[in-house]
């Protein structure tokens, strides 16, 4: 019987490693690989259930795949999430511009705007001043979350 499972990149904590260095200081970081509609609404739930516990502003890091529903992963965070990054998705040749990504960002009712990578988002955060240390969810794309394990250093063995 399994009692201890590790799902990577499903709701993971990324609370200690490189990327938890590069955000804001205070941030709590969640990297999910959800990439669909239904990936969409089960992420938006699980950060909706960490809001009712301890409310932060939530600030989405995300890159798609042109094979994938943007529209349908988006529309479950209207009203939920504060702001979208859209970043490449470097490691597949399928993956959406991040302006494309934008538009569909604000088609859905979230503000958006587009960054170069990752640390670049990062970057863009942390030097922002914010009344609480915001709740940061890296999502879209199981290979953008690979990209976030490896940068973070803690890649699955």
Not at 23 to 38: M, V
Not at 117 to 140: E, H, N
Request: hydrophobic share 50%; glycine share 8%.
């Amino acid at each position: 019987m399994m009692t201890d499972v590790e799902w990577p990149a499903r709701l993971q904590s990324l609370a200690r490693g490189r990327i938890a260095a590069m955000a804001p200081a205070g941030a709590e970081i969640w990297l999910d690989g959800g990439h669909n509609e239904d990936g969409g609404r089960a992420l938006a739930e699980a950060l909706a259930d960490l809001a009712e516990k301890a409310d932060r502003p939530l600030i989405m890091i995300c890159g798609m795949l042109t094979t994938k529903d943007s529209s349908g992963f988006l529309r479950a965070f209207k009203g939920l999430a504060q702001e979208m990054i859209a970043v490449p998705v470097a490691t597949s040749t399928a993956g959406r511009p991040p302006l494309d990504l934008v538009q569909d960002a604000r088609a859905a009712g979230a503000p958006a705007l587009a960054a170069p990578s990752i640390p670049a988002a990062l970057d863009y955060l942390k030097a922002r001043d914010w009344p609480s240390a915001p709740r940061i969810v890296i999502c879209g794309s199981l290979y953008l979350a690979g990209e976030a394990l490896a940068l973070d250093g803690s890649a699955p063995t």
